[in-house]
Each structure stands twice: as structure tokens, then as C-alpha cells.
């Protein structure tokens, strides 16, 4: 059995997909990242990052003790190479695929999280919201560029890696799937016109019956609506991270 600590947002669902696509028994152990089960010290012994998500497989690959992972695209290797799946064992093959697995790591995730903050969530917090002109412009133009380079891949190939269907596209969907709506700055300019082979892709990927699984695995979860004081202090909890606040916890958790 395999626990997957997580949280309903496009990291985790990224893990709850490809568990279904193996058909892999998993446990969800919630992770409320609002409340701050981030920073408690039994999931800071899994990843000192305090990011979800992260698993523990209980009949590790290799045998022995349990295993910990954090970091979605090494969790997504790991399976992977567990399965037997969806990552092609020639080298050829297999660094199509990876390359797109840290292309998205280091790319779309990063650039869409900073997207959304500065569009949707900072506007909301800040007292001088033409301050956040300039982080707009620099994290919503880089959604753009980078749906432009799928896009262009996706126009001669109907996975991004290639022909076959792969982590790599497993580990990009849940973000692509709304990357139309972080690409522009205005809130209207929400069509797929610039990404038409995106578009394709989102479509065929999420028709599939274990994407519509994982998509839904933990759909309980986040659901809890908050006083305006409460909301305030999960956001502050997220929003406003320093070595500081979180050094002690993380020390703990490792002298545990
Ligand atoms: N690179 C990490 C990113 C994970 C990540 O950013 N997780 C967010 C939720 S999507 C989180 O746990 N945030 C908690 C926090 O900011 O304290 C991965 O792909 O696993």
C-alpha cells in the first residue's frame, strides 16, 4: 500500500492520476496545507520542504523498509520504474520523457503558481495593488511563452513526448488543463485561440478514465469555507514562509 500525502491541487492530483493509470492501491493522507499540516513534524521527517506531495510505499521497490519520496516529478519516476510503465526503459525513449517531466517541474508548475498568485491571490491581500504590475506582467507572459512551446510540440506530436502516452503527460495535465485562464492578464481572455493543440491534448488526456480518477481522488478535501479572520491566517500560513518560521520545526523532525 502506498500513502500519498495530499491536498487537492494540481501537484497532488498529479500523483493520485498516476496511481490510477497503474492501478496501484493508495491510501490518501490528507495534507491541509491551509491549516498547516505542512509544518507538523511527522510530515516534515517525509519532506523537509514542506510541500505536499509526497508518499510513502509500504512494499518498496527493491523490498526492504518502507520508502519516503517527496518532489512530484521524482515520485513520478519512481512509479514509473515500479510499474514498469508509462517510461520507456530505451535511453532514447526514456529522456524524451524526462526531459518533459523537468520541463514541467521547472517551468509550468513554477511559472503558473506565480501566475496565480500574482492574478488572483496577491490583488487580494496587498494595500497597493499597482505594486504587483511588474510580477504580473514577467510570470503571466512566461504562461504564455511556455504554453506556445507545447503548443508547437503538440502540433506534430500527440503526446509531448512523442507517440506514447507518458508521465510526462500525466505530470503536466492537471496544471495545462487551465493555462488558458493564467496566460492573460485580463480576466475575460480565457479561450484557447493561441493553444489549439493544447487544447486537443487537454481534451484527450482528460477523457481518460483513470485521469477522471485521479482528478477526483480526495475531492472531499478543501472543500470547508472559512470566516474572513480564518482566511486571512491560512493565507498569511502560506504566503509568508521564512527560514525563520520554519527552521525549528524542520530540525525537530529530524532529530525525530
Ligand atoms: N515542486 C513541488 C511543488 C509542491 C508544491 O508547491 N506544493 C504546494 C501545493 S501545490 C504546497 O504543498 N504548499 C504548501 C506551502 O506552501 O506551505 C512538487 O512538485 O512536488
Known amino acids: 500500500m502506498i500513502d ?22 493508495y491510501k490518501i493522507v490528507p495534507v491541509d ?17 514542506n510541500r505536499m506531495p509526497a508518499i510513502v510505499d509500504h512494499e518498496p521497490l527493491g523490498g526492504g523498509k518502507p520508502i519516503s519520496i517527496f518532489e512530484s516529478g521524482a515520485i513520478m519516476e519512481y512509479l514509473a520504474e515500479k510499474s514498469g510503465k508509462f517510461l520507456p526503459k530505451d535511453p532514447a525513449g526514456k529522456y524524451a520523457v524526462l526531459q518533459w517531466v523537468h520541463w514541467q517541474m521547472a517551468n509550468l508548475g513554477p511559472m503558473m503558481g506565480n501566475a496565480n498568485h500574482f492574478k488572483n491571490y496577491a490583488p487580494n491581500i496587498t494595500d497597493d495593488p499597482s505594486k504587483l504590475e511588474y510580477g504580473q506582467r514577467r510570470f ?34 492537471p496544471w495545462a488543463m487551465f493555462v488558458n485562464r493564467l496566460a492573460t492578464p485580463d480576466k475575460d481572455g480565457y479561450n484557447w485561440n493561441d493553444y489549439p493543440n493544447v487544447k486537443r491534448w487537454v481534451d484527450e488526456v482528460g477523457a481518460r478514465e483513470a485521469v477522471k480518477r485521479g482528478q477526483a481522488a480526495g475531492g472531499d478535501l478543501g472543500k470547508e469555507k472559512f470566516s474572513k479572520e ?9 504566503f509568508n514562509q521564512t527560514n525563520a518560521s520554519v527552521r525549528a520545526a524542520r530540525e525537530a523532525a529530524l532529530k525525530a
Not at 141 to 170: K, N
Not at 230 to 236: C, Q
Request: with cysteine; glycine share 10%; charged share 25%.
Open 4 to 25: 500519498v500525502y495530499f491536498w487537492p491541487t494540481p501537484n497532488g492530483r498529479k500523483i493520485t492520476i498516476m496511481l490510477e493509470e497503474c492501478g496501484m492501491p
Open 140 to 173: 503571466i507572459g512566461e504562461v504564455d511563452r511556455l504554453a506556445g512551446v507545447m503548443d508547437t510540440q503538440l502540433s506534430i506530436h500527440q503526446y509531448l513526448a512523442g507517440s506514447e502516452y507518458s508521465i510526462a503527460d500525466m505530470i503536466t495535465w
Open 33 to 49: 496545507i491551509g491549516g498547516g499540516d505542512q509544518f507538523k513534524v511527522d510530515f516534515l521527517r517525509i519532506c523537509p520542504n
Open 230 to 238: 480564518e482566511e486571512l491566517r491560512r493565507r498569511n500560513l502560506l
